[in-house]
């Protein structure tokens, strides 16, 4: 399975919004083969939610944003849906500071209340003011009241320190563009990581990565932060795209969640066995279970599966 996942893009904003349609194709056309929108505020998740239903490469992730957070938090709730995969992004955010430090603080735990109900993982947005990381402290202390699926560190900024205490929790981190800047303490982050419990982001249409002459972030550019990845480590970028892979089904469950989407269309569309016998028709579902994972394993999109097994049933 040798394609890359942007784990957090904002194809809600308007710069990549606009220009949907060609943004999913430019990641698709660099194999780019998974998306997850994330939200920041009501309507933002909203329009995440849309646009999965609408893609299929593309799965939800909805919450309030602490630079949002006087919204009411329990409207998130009546959003998910079976392509919402993680609450977020959700937590503490001292360095733009628009909100006292205890408002912010009972709507992060009001959305980690929601997520552990709902067995979700968390997405944290994590931001102290210049040269402080007192903001991932707070956060793994309350934390610890919690019994929750996964946490991800969203767009990493700690330091040494701060990345051992979260993989002593088995929490996730994910590595942006950031990556990509002069930021050696990120860099060393990364490496005593060793790609445990990590994957990568774009954080699209922001964190433009610099060596790029182009208006805005897109999820197409994830690539050059595996790359840079591949690099600091010192490992064959197959290896990265692997292990990445492996993480992100670790924390987000995201083969369970597909072969579900999967099986419920097979089931729930007759046409596939129309005009076969009941015979043909077991035999036909039979075969289908290993045709999929063989699809699967193979990095197809959910559309090109379905496809695929529209055009097995014509064999038949």
Not at 96 to 102: A, I, P, R
Not at 108 to 116: N, R
Not at 197 to 202: H, K, L, R
């Amino acid at each position: 399975m040798k394609f890359y996942i942007d784990t957090h893009a904002h194809l809600n904003d308007e710069k990549l919004y606009n220009k949907l349609n060609e943004v999913i194709e430019n990641a698709i056309l660099n194999n780019v083969k998974r998306i997850f929108c994330v939200g920041y505020d009501i309507n933002s998740s909203k329009k995440t939610i849309e646009i999965s239903n609408n893609y299929d490469i593309v799965y939800s992730i909805i919450g309030i944003h602490p630079n949002s957070i006087i919204e009411d938090v329990y409207e998130i709730e009546n959003l998910i849906s079976e392509k919402v995969i993680a609450i977020g992004e959700i937590g503490i955010d001292f360095y733009w500071n628009k909100f006292d430090k205890d408002i912010q603080l009972e709507g992060f735990k009001k959305q980690i209340e929601i997520a552990q109900k709902y067995e979700l993982p968390i997405v944290l947005h994590l931001r102290d003011k210049k040269n402080s990381f007192e903001v991932f402290n707070i956060a793994l202390e309350i934390l610890k009241n919690y019994d929750l699926k996964s946490v991800v560190f969203h767009s990493f900024s700690g330091n040494e320190e701060i990345i051992k205490k979260i993989l002593d929790r088995n929490y996730f981190v994910s590595f942006s563009g950031m990556l990509l800047y002069k930021n050696k303490y990120i860099q060393d982050a990364l490496k005593i990581t060793n790609m445990k419990n990590v994957f990568f982001e774009t954080d699209s249409p922001y964190l433009l990565p610099p060596q790029l002459n182009e208006e805005f972030n897109e999820p197409k550019n994830v690539i050059l932060i595996y790359k840079k990845a591949s690099e600091i480590l010192n490992k064959p970028l197959d290896e990265i795209i692997e292990m990445a892979f492996e993480n992100i089904n670790n924390c987000f469950n995201l083969k369970e969640i597909e072969m579900k989407l999967l099986y419920d269309w097979i089931y729930d569309n007759e046409s596939l066995t129309e005009n076969l016998s009941d015979d043909e028709a077991e035999k036909f579902y039979e075969e289908l279970e290993n045709f999929i994972e063989q699809l699967y394993n193979q990095g197809l999109t959910i559309k090109e599966i379905k496809e695929k097994i529209r055009n097995e049933k014509k064999k038949i």
